[in-house]
């Protein structure tokens, strides 16, 4: 500012003051982009998804407290705090409850996500790290598995091992293909385990299918076990039953309207045919 010529800036304004005011102050904010460094910071939320603003306005009351000194008051702050952080918990745990029980899978994970700390504003501009990190670690995991088997005597039968990846993402991502024994492992997008069918979105509609071909099978037994006079009690229960309520409390609350609905549709026709009462998926 010492080496500017103030009567060049102040001269063609004359006596009007705002005008002059303006180019001043227009200069000063040049100087000041031009000389004084600058620096962007981005600040991301850290708190945990259970953090209320009471919890955080107990924070501060406990690091005052802690700063004067004063011991029974920071331990009741203490007692208080932990009590609230028991409430929020409890209140974020019925939240991702009632989201599972209505079947909305995406915000139930990007609530666990927040858990475990990989948020919406964790990572977002290194995808690429992100996925090659993924790569590194499924690998690593694999390798240390494989060892293991050769170390204990087990014998890994490649040819029926299949690898499934859940991936929410709406842009499809390319994995590396996982190789054991020199052999590419399948990537399916769907797998039955323990009788029950998974499918890499999560979603209970293939397991659906399944038990629906299943009972389809079963109901035209049931018609053929019908004429014999066999007790319809026993049928229900051992032909139908068996078939459409098989690991039920694992999909049930998880399956959709329509799933449930087309289910509840072939236990009305069990039903009819044996003149039977048969609980719903309801």
Not at 155 to 165: P, V
Request: charged letters at 30%; one cysteine or more.
């Amino acid at each position: 500012m010492s080496n500017t010529l103030h009567t060049a800036l102040c001269s063609p304004h004359g006596s009007d003051i705002d005008s002059m005011t303006h180019c001043i102050t227009d200069y000063i904010n040049f100087c000041v982009e031009t000389t004084v460094p600058s620096k962007l910071v981005r600040c991301f939320p850290n708190n945990k998804p259970w953090v209320t603003s009471e919890i955080k306005a107990l924070l501060n009351e406990k690091k005052r407290v802690f700063r004067s000194g004063d011991k029974e008051e920071l331990r009741r702050v203490q007692k208080e705090l932990r009590q609230k952080i028991r409430k929020g918990k409890d209140n974020y745990r019925r939240k991702l409850e009632k989201r599972l029980e209505q079947n909305n899978a995406r915000d139930v994970w990007r609530g666990l996500q927040n858990i475990a700390g990989h948020g919406k504003g964790v990572g977002r501009d290194q995808a690429s790290g992100d996925k090659d990190r993924a790569d590194e670690l499924n690998l690593t995991v694999i390798r240390d598995f494989v060892s293991w088997s050769e170390l204990n005597q087990l014998q890994l039968n490649t040819s029926k091992t299949k690898e499934m990846i859940v991936n929410f993402r709406r842009k499809a991502s390319h994995f590396t293909l996982v190789n054991i024994q020199g052999l590419d492992i399948e990537v399916v997008e769907s797998y039955k385990f323990l009788g029950v069918h998974l499918n890499n979105k999560l979603e209970w509609t293939d397991n659906t299918h399944a038990l629906y071909k299943k009972g389809q099978s079963r109901l035209h037994l049931l018609r053929r076990l019908s004429s014999f006079g066999v007790c319809k009690a026993l049928l229900l229960s051992s032909v139908m039953a068996s078939a459409i309520f098989y690991a039920v409390v694992c999909w049930r609350a998880g399956s959709t309207d329509r799933d449930r609905s087309r289910l509840n549709k072939l236990i009305r026709r069990a039903s009819s045919v044996l003149d039977g009462p048969l609980d719903s998926i309801e």
